[in-house]
């Protein structure tokens, strides 16, 4: 079985994931993976789907188009590279950032995060109310601390790319934040 990616999204509706599951189901193709969000009102989806020798990509793709072109919604399909490997996982930490809402915050994030080759495996922006005028940004990422990068060197780097912007900063082994979040 070939796999490939299927990304949806569009204004947000009842129906988007059974008209899309349906589709790649109708042709003999298995969703192996997904993820699915909402922001302001806009579905986003990324699914990994296997699909058999005889059905095609452009099949697929003619198939997603026509389903999903009356909803307005957009889908891009490509072909995944099974001979392609990720980059070996490191150590699992979250990071949380608190500040003002301001453009820059998340440039400076990512930008400190990737000169030490942290991989990005999860990521959530909010705006929230803050408690004098204005909203704030909350930022939550899941990375991945290459081997050899000392967790305290990635927390010095967040420090000084956030310390100008205003922002919080806190770094915790994921371990050690699943257990005191813990419900």
């Known amino acids: 079985m070939g796999k490939f990616a299927v990304s949806v999204m569009g204004h947000d509706r009842p129906g988007i994931l059974a008209a ?21 009102g806009e579905f986003a989806a990324i699914m990994i789907v296997a699909r058999p020798p005889e059905v095609s990509l452009a099949q697929v793709d003619t198939a997603l188009r026509e389903r999903l ?26 990071l949380t950032t608190r500040g003002k809402d301001q453009p820059g915050n998340i440039a400076a994030v990512t930008r400190a995060l990737a000169h030490l080759g942290c991989n990005v495996t999860q990521f959530r922006a909010v705006l929230v109310p803050a408690a004098q005028e204005g909203e704030e940004m909350v930022m939550i990422l899941e990375i ?9 060197v990635v927390r010095a780097a967040l420090v000084q790319a956030c310390q ?20």
């Open 144 to 152: 991945d601390v290459p081997q050899g990068v000392h967790h305290r």
């Open 164 to 183: 100008p912007l205003g922002m919080e900063v806190s770094l915790q082994h994921r371990d050690v934040f699943e257990n005191i979040h813990r419900v």
């Open 69 to 94: 072109a009356p909803m307005d919604l957009g889908v891009f399909v490509r072909p995944l590279d099974e001979g392609w490997q990720p980059s070996t996982p490191g150590e699992p930490f979250v």
């Open 20 to 40: 899309v599951s349906e589709t790649v189901f109708g042709l003999g193709c298995n969703i192996e993976d997904v993820t699915q969000t909402i922001l302001q």
